[in-house]
């Protein structure tokens, strides 16, 4: 017992003793430590006193100074116009004073309760817009406006987008009346030959920026950009009628057609008769006559192939006026896709626009449509004056045939140019039917394609 009492009081003893010596160590590096950060403070000092022999004092750190933002001068509306003419204010906002105060007097009421953006004038919310509609920079819209930021810019275009968007009407493709009209404009162009027709329909690639979902590669086309397969269908004076931009660029033109609502109006809706020209990228369908396929075809059929196309280029006429009248086409558009979609039906009826008012200065108001309204002196005082001023050579000459001699009904034809009964005639071969009965019509009415009347002349007379 005694042993054990002395071992254990012999341990106790050498770990009192090994923790004064571990605490005797942690004063010295303390110590060391205190001297170590006392020796590097001095030698700042020291370095500090040799750069600046004026103070011995440490310059203290200034605060970082905030950006000053500078106030910009917000535009004034009535001096710019009365700076630009008719002539300039057109090629900047490609439409007419007139139009332009048409357009303000419209939006201003659906503009009246936005939250964001009352500050800015409604005059120079639609001056951003068609400025960059028409081709301009985002940021030299931003200094000429006198707007703040690009945000404020993007939530004035999206507020004068939806009200434009309200405003702006489609022309009915549902009602007879429209058919009727847009009928005799093509017949007219095909001599009474083709009628029945009630649009060209093609697409058009809207170049956009890669986009952010998850199928964004669907978007790259097959001529290596992204853009969105645009479906339009116009009549005789290159007005859209109708337009659906919801499929990704790479989707063909005939599949982009039959995911859409004009589809099923066409094939369930629209009365026999009535049919829409197109290309051969759409398969021969119920009342989309295409033209016939195959080189060194019959002249019958070479001559039908060269009228169908003098009325399906008016949508390729169509397209190439729009791009060339809104510049933002000719770059990527960096939007939201929805919104995309809205610019372009926008772009588009403001395009309708345009031509109705040259129809209303240079043609006849029965060839206006009834989606836009009024202003009919003005305009055409407006254009008048743009022509004399600044187009050389005589004035447009106005088609003066009346409407009466070239019908603006259905076409209609038998079914004996299919074999078989009604009810096994499949959509194929009732387009066929339609189609060759166009053919036989346009035979009957003596048009010929222009290259085979005078190859047919040079052999008379050689002859």
């Not at 030698?43 to 750190?61: A, G, M, T």
């Amino acid at each position: 017992i005694g042993v054990k009492l002395f071992v254990s009081q012999h341990n106790c003893h050498l770990n009192l003793l090994n923790l004064e010596i571990i605490m005797m160590q942690h004063r010295k590096h303390k110590l060391f430590d205190e001297e170590y950060n006392q020796l590097r403070k001095e030698r700042r000092l020291n370095v500090l006193k040799q750069l600046n022999n004026d103070s011995l004092e440490v310059r203290e750190r200034k605060p970082r100074l905030k950006a000053h933002r500078i106030n910009k001068c917000r535009m004034n509306w009535e001096d710019r116009m009365q700076n630009l003419t008719n002539y300039e204010f057109r090629r900047r906002y490609k439409v007419t004073k007139a139009r332009f105060t048409w357009l303000c007097t419209k939006i201003k009421p659906l503009l009246e309760d936005t939250y964001r953006g009352t500050n800015i004038p409604v005059e120079l919310k639609l001056s951003m817009t068609l400025r960059y509609m028409a081709g301009g920079h985002i940021l030299d819209i931003i200094d000429m406006h006198g707007v703040r930021s690009e945000t404020s810019f993007y939530t004035c275009l999206t507020q004068v987008l939806w009200a434009l968007d309200i405003v702006l009407k489609w022309p009915d493709i549902r009602s007879p009346k429209v058919w009727k009209q847009v009928s005799l404009g093509f017949s007219r162009r095909s001599q009474g030959a083709f009628h029945g027709c009630i649009g060209a329909i093609d697409g058009i690639q809207i170049k956009i920026h890669k986009p952010t979902t998850d199928n964004a590669g669907a978007y790259m086309n097959r001529k290596h950009f992204f853009a969105i397969n645009t479906q339009a269908l116009c009549d005789s004076h290159c007005r859209f009628l109708w337009f659906n931009a919801s499929t990704a660029g790479s989707t063909h033109d005939n599949l982009a057609y039959e995911a859409t609502a004009l589809k099923t109006f066409v094939d369930e809706k629209l009365p026999d008769g009535w049919w829409i020209v197109g290309d051969d990228a759409y398969s021969s369908q119920d009342k989309i006559v295409t033209p016939y396929p195959g080189q060194k075809l019959a002249d019958d059929k070479d001559s039908f192939n060269n009228w169908l196309s003098n009325s399906r280029i008016r949508i390729e006429n169509a397209f190439g006026m729009l791009v060339m009248r809104f510049g933002c086409l000719w770059r990527p558009l960096c939007l939201p896709l929805q919104m995309t979609t809205q610019l372009v039906g926008v772009m588009m009826k403001l395009h309708n626009v345009c031509v109705d008012d040259y129809l209303r200065a240079y043609g006849s108001d029965s060839e206006v449509m009834d989606s836009t309204m009024g202003l009919t002196e003005e305009v055409r005082d407006t254009y008048h004056n743009f022509r004399a001023t600044h187009v050389d050579g005589a004035s447009v000459t106005v088609n003066e045939t009346p409407y009466t001699e070239c019908p603006d009904g259905p076409f209609v034809y038998t079914t004996s140019f299919v074999l078989g009964p009604a009810e096994a005639i499949t959509r194929k071969e009732k387009t066929e039917a339609l189609r060759d009965a166009l053919m036989i019509k346009l035979k009957q009415s003596g048009l010929i394609r222009p290259v085979t009347a005078m190859a047919r002349s040079r052999a008379s007379n050689t002859k």
